[in-house]
């Protein structure tokens, strides 16, 4: 596997294997890989001929800066598992090297951060934008690839592509779950024994909901989902929402076209946890 710092590495290696007619897949991530992480380089390998995964702990979607000192670093480890799955180009830029002196810039999001993790975490989904388009610029993906845990940035790149007319195909991955139903996420190797026993609770609540959308109105499903997460000290919920999947705009009755999608984010202990689930009613 090729490793690279300077963003003009990663240019190069991406233009030269398109110069060979090549198909490149791109994974962005922030490091802290987990078999999640490991399905999504497995989709871009089975679709492109040349995979490139960029490990970058953004300041920019950190809003909280103890968030961000106490984000999972592993570099040894996930070179590791990089090699084991087969990728073929880690990029792992330095802040200075990645925004090269050019200033953050504000994208229309659509709407589509104005609630969930918009409201909890102000200028997030900014910053995220920012990093992927830089990541973007420099690794010229044919398809770039994101997991559907994070199911509103997920809709937030969707919508900035399609409206800035970004070359780049985006696709999204099923989230890997534990046995037990907790969403794989680097954030889960911060949990203590007690805490990583109540995060299973956030599945529950979720299959909560799914279970009472069959039979009663968004409301109702939502105070399922409540109640399963209620009765836990160390669990303290940031939002529980249902909304449509298309616009992500809170439910008051089930949409017409019958796609809606429950979104968490809650914290378990010190530690913020975001799952979804998608409800077809
Ligand atoms: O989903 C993530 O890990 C990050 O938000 C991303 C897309 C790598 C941007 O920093």
């Known amino acids: 596997m090729e490793v690279f710092s300077a963003p003009q590495e990663a240019a190069a290696w ?37 995979v490139v995964v960029s490990i970058f702990v953004n300041p920019l979607q950190f809003n909280d800066p103890e968030d961000l000192a106490r984000y999972p670093r592993q570099p040894r480890t996930d070179h590791e598992l990089l090699e084991q799955v087969g990728c073929h180009a880690l990029f792992m830029p330095s802040e200075k090297a990645l925004f090269q002196g050019l ?45 559907e845990k994070d ?15 970004w070359p780049e195909r985006i696709v999204g991955c099923p989230t890997l779950r534990e046995p037990d139903g907790l969403a794989m996420s680097s954030r ?16 529950q609540a979720l299959l909560a909901v799914e279970t009472a959308a069959r039979t009663s109105p968004p409301a109702s499903a939502r105070e399922a989902g409540l109640t399963v997460l209620a009765g836990d000290p160390l669990v303290h919920v940031d939002h529980l929402g249902i909304a449509d999947a298309l616009t992500l705009e809170p ?9 809606a999608v429950v979104l968490l984010a809650a914290r378990v202990g010190a530690v913020r946890l975001i799952d979804n689930l998608s409800l077809r009613l």
Request: charged share 20%; aromatic share 8%.
């Open 151 to 165: 199911r509103q940035q997920l809709a937030i790149i969707r919508h900035v592509a399609k409206e800035l007319h």
């Open 14 to 50: 991406s233009a030269n294997a398109r110069w060979k007619g090549l198909r490149v897949g791109f994974v962005p991530t922030m490091g802290a890989l987990h078999a999640g992480h490991a399905s999504l380089v497995g989709a871009a390998l089975r679709t492109c001929d040349q």
């Open 103 to 147: 200033g953050k810039r504000t994208f229309d999001l659509g709407g589509l951060d104005t609630h969930w993790e918009g409201p909890d975490r102000p200028g997030h989904f900014q910053g995220v934008v920012n990093v992927v388009e830089r990541l973007f610029l420099y690794t010229r993906p044919d398809v770039a690839y994101f997991g």
């Open 188 to 203: 889960n190797m911060r949990l203590d024994p007690d805490e990583r026993r109540s995060a299973t609770l956030l599945h």
């Open 251 to 259: 439910l008051v009755q089930w949409p017409a076209h019958g796609s």
